[in-house]
């Protein structure tokens, strides 16, 4: 089956660790992104990426990271920078094209203990 | 600056009463309007596109229709299956590529 695949589902992170979230899909589709989505809000654009080796910062970049070294997979870092990571973290794949519907994965949560 | 509000925040119905979201929005150029269904702890998952005012989708008890201004998802006969929250987003102008700006959602809950 195609899909999106996120790991782990739950994370847990002490203060000053880097985490790494990881998102995988075998759609065949060239973009993929990442959000933050936090109770009461909308989902927040962290990170996106048109093809590979190349990616653009979105609303919410900082203390993030991300790389894009294959089609299928877009791991994104959360560093000790981010000084709120409590969140749950959501991954989505489109074809190409601005406009193109944006499917997602289950999500990670992630809770800073 | 591209805003997307939906309304109610929270929807309580009975089982089988019919009712209707709102999701309005300010966006130039609009290029699409997607409707999405999110259970709790669960990515969204994706329920309709719309593309041009007067479009109109459906899916089993669910159907979307679009204006210049805004979009409606109707719930006709609820189910409690059909508790979740529902998300609708729209591409941001015509430079931002790929770039969704979400509403805050409308959380339904169907009692039996």
């Known amino acids: 089956d195609g899909g999106i695949t996120q790991s782990p589902k739950y994370l847990f992170r002490k203060e000053g660790q880097n985490v790494t979230l990881s998102c995988e899909q075998n759609?065949?589709?060239?973009?993929m992104y990442w959000y933050r989505q936090d109770p009461g809000q909308g989902l927040r654009l962290i990170y996106y990426?048109?093809?590979?080796?190349?990616?653009q910062k979105g609303d919410i970049a900082e203390g993030y990271s991300v790389s894009r070294e294959k089609k299928e997979s877009f791991p994104l870092t959360v560093t000790s920078a981010q000084k709120n990571p409590t969140a749950f973290y959501l991954c989505a794949s489109s074809i190409r094209q601005s406009g193109d519907t944006q499917y997602f994965g289950p999500g990670t949560r992630l809770t800073v203990l | 600056e591209d805003q997307v509000t939906q309304s109610p925040e929270a929807l309580r119905l009975q089982e089988g009463e019919s009712s209707s979201l709102n999701c309005s929005y300010t966006?130039?150029?609009?290029?699409?309007l997607f409707w999405y269904r999110q259970d709790p702890g669960k990515g969204p998952e994706f329920l309709f596109t719309l593309y041009s005012a007067g479009e109109e989708k459906e899916k089993e008890r669910l159907k979307a229709t679009l204006t210049k201004k805004e979009s409606f998802l109707h719930i006709t006969a609820p189910k409690p299956e059909d508790s979740a929250t529902y998300l609708c987003?729209?591409?941001?102008?015509?430079?931002?590529?790929?770039?969704?700006?979400f509403g805050a959602g409308t959380q339904v809950v169907v009692t039996p």
């Open positions: 759609l065949n589709h060239d973009a």
């Open positions: 990426s048109q093809i590979v080796n190349d990616f």
């Open positions: 987003a729209v591409p941001r102008g015509t430079d931002s590529w790929g770039k969704l700006q």
């Open positions: 966006v130039s150029g609009l290029r699409g």
